[in-house]
């Protein structure tokens, strides 16, 4: 079956807008968003889900020059926007990521993939249980289960959020959940704030501004270097349901 990964990105945000266009290096975050997914060896293709507001067109305009496709779709419904896009490419399982993960790693997205395909389910994720470093999470699902969170989520957040219809409803759909060895779950490696991208920064100029290095490389830094983790570690995560 086809995997189609699906980045969810927009100027609009209300802690550090434009920061999917920020840049990290030599490239801006969505292009190390990117630049990471191709990497990953059962991802089919990748395309860029933006909205229809004015200021999105820079990020067509960024995506034009990244060589990836990009569809644009409702601000506030992401839901119908993965769907328009799933249904376009006609993907058959898709792997959500946002564009504020500029650290995701493709091997651990693979392995959320192989974890997917390796039993009967409907939906597989790292994140479901919250086991590793925020801003590697990677969420695989079928299009039948898209197609029917489309069709029943009624709430502004399940909407939103894309997959909360689906994972909150064990009842309904087959859910694997993707484990590390250890509780890394208090590192904070996504982009939501100035502090944030002090950080990502930081590590991107430890590693030489390379175009890839896994999260376990970056594990090891932070051991090194804990002051590194000290930079955002005041930062609370904003919550999904609204």
Request: net charge neutral; with cysteine; hydrophobic share 45%.
């Amino acid at each position: 079956m086809a995997s189609l990964a699906i980045i969810q990105a927009r100027m609009g945000s209300t802690r550090l807008p434009g920061k999917v266009l920020l840049g990290v290096g030599t490239e801006s975050v969505l292009g190390r968003v990117v630049q990471r997914l191709r990497r990953a060896a059962l991802i089919d293709g990748v395309v860029v889900a933006t909205t229809d507001r004015p200021s999105d067109a820079a990020i067509i305009r960024e995506c034009n020059g990244l060589q990836v496709a990009c569809l644009r779709g409702s601000e506030n419904d992401i839901l119908d926007r993965y769907r328009q896009a799933a249904k376009w490419f006609g993907a058959e399982v898709i792997v959500r990521i946002t564009s504020d993960c500029p650290l995701i790693d493709p091997e651990l997205v693979d392995a959320t993939i192989q974890a997917f395909f390796s039993q009967p389910c409907d939906y597989a994720s790292n994140a479901l249980e919250r086991t590793y470093p925020r801003g590697l999470d990677t969420e695989v699902f079928t299009i039948a289960a898209l197609e029917r969170a489309w069709r029943e989520a009624r709430k502004p957040y399940e909407r939103e959020h894309v997959t909360p219809y689906i994972y909150e409803h064990p009842e309904l759909f087959r859910l694997v959940s993707v484990r590390a060895e250890c509780d890394y779950s208090a590192y904070r490696w996504t982009l939501d704030t100035p502090a944030d991208l002090r950080l990502i920064r930081a590590i991107y100029a430890r590693f030489g501004d390379r175009d890839y290095f896994g999260w376990r490389a970056i594990l090891a830094l932070m051991e090194r270097e804990p002051e590194l983790a000290g930079l955002n570690a005041h930062i609370a995560q904003k919550a999904v349901h609204a």
